[in-house]
């Protein structure tokens, strides 16, 4: 059935970097938007990136724009998150998700979720 299965969290420094992974399986991994999400204890989860189902289209949250990037590999059914230079306010679980959507810029667009990554970013 459908997985999502997220890796490469961990606890970092300020102006680190990480690379996430979303490995997928159970469906056409190629014929889905895909994107990331986070949520930090007592908050709403959050829109972070996403891309389109070809690769050729992606979105950001404005507070991850120029720091994180978004990719993906459908011979390998693969959805990356490059992190760079991470700050405390990007501690949080991360989430990947995909959708029906070209580019799902809200969680309601996601109809499946992996159970998350945590990411401690400290100071």
């Known amino acids: 059935q459908v997985q999502l299965v997220e890796s490469g969290g961990g606890l970092v420094q300020t102006g680190g970097s990480l690379r996430l992974s979303c490995a997928a399986s159970?469906?056409?991994?190629?014929?889905?938007?895909m994107g990331w999400f986070r949520q930090a204890p007592g908050k709403e989860r959050e829109f972070v990136a996403a891309?389109?189902?070809?690769?050729?289209?992606?979105n950001y949250a404005d507070s991850v724009k120029g720091r994180f990037s978004i990719s993906r590999d459908n011979a390998k059914n693969t959805v990356y998150l490059q992190m760079n230079s991470l700050k405390p306010e990007d501690t949080a679980v991360y989430y990947c998700g995909r959708s029906l959507y070209s580019l799902p810029i809200q969680a309601r667009m996601v109809d499946y979720w992996g159970k998350g990554t945590l990411v401690t970013v400290s100071s």
């Open positions: 891309i389109y189902w070809s690769g050729g289209g992606t």
């Open positions: 159970g469906f056409i991994f190629s014929s889905y938007g």
